[in-house]
């Protein structure tokens, strides 16, 4: 019971913290030394193996921290990193708007609004398979699709919830959540995309996008907004674009992963970083070719490598951080108390999932933040599937599709406040509009899961 209730102390201030705008980063690895420290003072349980001691109890809850950030780092980090610096270089050169640019042009022929608002939901979700950003994403449907869509006669509210929530799966095989939850799993990224994520995202993206047709419509109507097309509003971004193959660029690493891999040709290893680098050099010939000029494609270089250092400050060291924190609570004992306190209870795997995913989703709309909470809790599901007798990616794959949906319902998340900015809209208004599909998504994921591959 002592762990039990160390564990609520700490993670009550913790999320306290978080909530008063504290470093994320900071407050997770404190949290976690000050539950490892109560471990230690308490005799609650060890930090490291005694073969992985320091031989001094209180240097190794540093050498925990070092060893994970070291370990971290070389392998999955470089990963997410390579993908960060990657989708940087695609947006500096102009790869990005013009594979946006594109893949709009056919929704500009529907004249249906609420069906083209659907179509959109759709289309950003598929974007978002080559932009990770869902405010990146955001920021660019708002300025090419955006007027699109006030021009056929939707609200601006109606069009600003749509754009904020197509990116509310991170479903791509680059993104960072996909890469650790594969990695935790133990599986690879090219597996666990096309057996796993996969089929669950296309459910619950059908559910989504007829709740925004329906939801969205509703809305309009409840607040009285008249359906009536407005006046062409030109679209001058067309002339920032590269040349249309350009577009091309953002999918080579997809294509890459997935040609080389155990569902393509399985006599060739190619790894994400691998992939990036080889995208990276591809596109660093078409600049070339476009600009012709070698000095300025080599110094451009750098916008490369500034995004891989971003991606280590910004995520790497959230996952080490998450790590710590989940270390601490293992040490105190809180983990192996909830699991059986589940198992007493009846719960089962099914029932753990349910309450893995709830704890997640509260979080994500509390934090405003889909990777905090998820990369917090991600390194204690090995243990607790473990002890439920399930597979791990049974949890790992709603628990990951639950940040990003949640954080779709919160007014202080990145993609909403943007998008919100832009349209000269409330974020409390938008997430209104946001809150009905995207809690169909948090039912429909959980509900894919089961049937899909619980057994």
């Known amino acids: 019971m002592l762990g039990i209730l160390l564990a609520l102390i700490v993670t009550s201030m913790v999320v306290y913290m978080i909530l008063k705008q504290y470093k994320t980063q900071a407050v997770l690895v404190f949290g976690g030394l000050i539950l490892m420290s109560c471990a230690v003072i308490f005799g609650l349980g060890t930090i490291l193996p005694v073969k992985e001691s320091t031989g001094l109890i209180w240097f190794d809850l540093f050498e925990f921290i070092k060893k994970t950030l070291s370990g971290r780092a070389a392998g999955l980090g470089l990963s997410i990193m390579a993908v960060g610096g990657f989708a940087r270089y695609m947006d500096h050169i102009g790869a990005s708007k013009a594979l946006v640019n594109i893949a709009i042009k056919p929704l500009q022929k529907l004249h249906a609004p609420y069906v083209m608002l659907a179509a959109c939901y759709l289309v950003g979700q598929v974007l978002g398979l080559f932009i990770n950003s869902a405010s990146g994403l955001g920021m660019l449907l708002m300025v090419t699709m955006f007027p699109i869509l006030i021009r056929l006669g939707v609200s601006r509210l109606a069009a600003t919830a749509v754009i904020g929530t197509t990116l509310c799966l991170d479903w791509s095989p680059g993104d960072p959540g996909s890469v650790l939850s594969a990695n935790t799993a133990g599986m690879d990224i090219a597996t666990y995309w096309t057996q796993y994520q996969i089929p669950v995202a296309l459910t619950v993206m059908v559910v989504v996008a007829v709740l925004h047709y329906f939801v969205q419509q509703w809305f309009d109507k409840k607040q009285g907004h008249i359906v009536e097309r407005a006046e062409i509003v030109t679209n001058k971004t067309e002339e920032e674009l590269p040349p249309g193959i350009f577009a091309l660029l953002p999918v080579v690493p997809l294509v890459l992963i997935l040609a080389f891999s155990d569902i393509g ?69 809180a983990i192996e108390s909830i699991i059986s306190s589940a198992q007493s209870a009846g719960f089962g795997g099914a029932g753990m999932i349910i309450v893995m995913v709830s704890i997640i989703a509260v979080s994500s709309v509390v934090m405003g933040s889909g990777n905090a909470p998820f990369f917090a809790f991600v390194a204690l599901t090995p243990v607790v599937a473990a002890k439920m007798d399930i597979a791990p990616v049974l949890m790992l794959l709603p628990m990951h599709f639950a940040a990003s949906i949640a954080r779709s319902m919160s007014p202080i998340t990145a993609v909403i406040v943007v998008v919100s900015g832009i349209a000269n809209v409330s974020p409390i208004d938008v997430v209104k509009r946001t809150s009905i599909p995207m809690i169909g998504a948090l039912i429909v994921n959980v509900a894919a899961t089961f049937i899909y591959f619980y057994r």
Do not use: C, H, P, W
Request: charged share 20%; proline share 0%; glycine share 8%.
């Open 265 to 333: 040709i399985k006599g060739i290893k190619m790894d994400i970083v691998n992939a990036m680098f080889i995208s990276l050099f591809v596109s660093m010939i078409f600049e070339f070719l476009r600009k012709r000029d070698i000095k300025k494609v080599f110094a451009d270089l750098q916008v490369f490598f500034d995004g891989m250092g971003i991606q280590f400050a910004a995520v790497v060291t959230l996952v080490v951080a998450g790590e710590t924190f989940a270390q601490g609570l293992k040490s105190v004992g």
